[in-house]
């Protein structure tokens, strides 16, 4: 299963990791120098989650990242679920 909300569309990103040395401006020393970069994933926090819905009078279960989670709060489970795709078709009706 892909690590990806389905709420907010986010999955893992890349990047890099900078390795420096030396001793800063401020502390003395003649500045950092960058000495390599490294690769490296960003993973978004994702959560399974059980999530009331009212107007359906049942719990969902979802995977979703934190972000979702705020949406779900503010928005209302109902109306993003239903956004997202996650409801039943059933459900909806």
């Known amino acids: 299963m892909a690590r990806r909300c389905p709420i907010t569309g986010r999955g893992t990103s890349s990047g ?3 390795a420096r040395r030396g ?4 502390s003395g020393g ?3 120098k960058t000495t390599g970069h490294t690769k490296r994933k960003f993973k978004v926090n994702i959560q399974s989650k059980r999530v009331w819905v009212p107007e359906l009078g049942r719990w969902v279960r979802v ?3 934190t972000r979702g989670l705020k949406q779900i709060d503010r ?3 109902f109306v993003v679920l239903r956004e997202a795709g996650l409801l039943p078709r059933k459900a909806e009706r």
């Open 16 to 18: 890099q990791q900078i």
């Open 23 to 26: 001793l800063p401006k401020k």
């Open 30 to 32: 003649i500045g950092l």
């Open 63 to 65: 995977r979703v990242s």
């Open 75 to 77: 928005r209302g489970a």
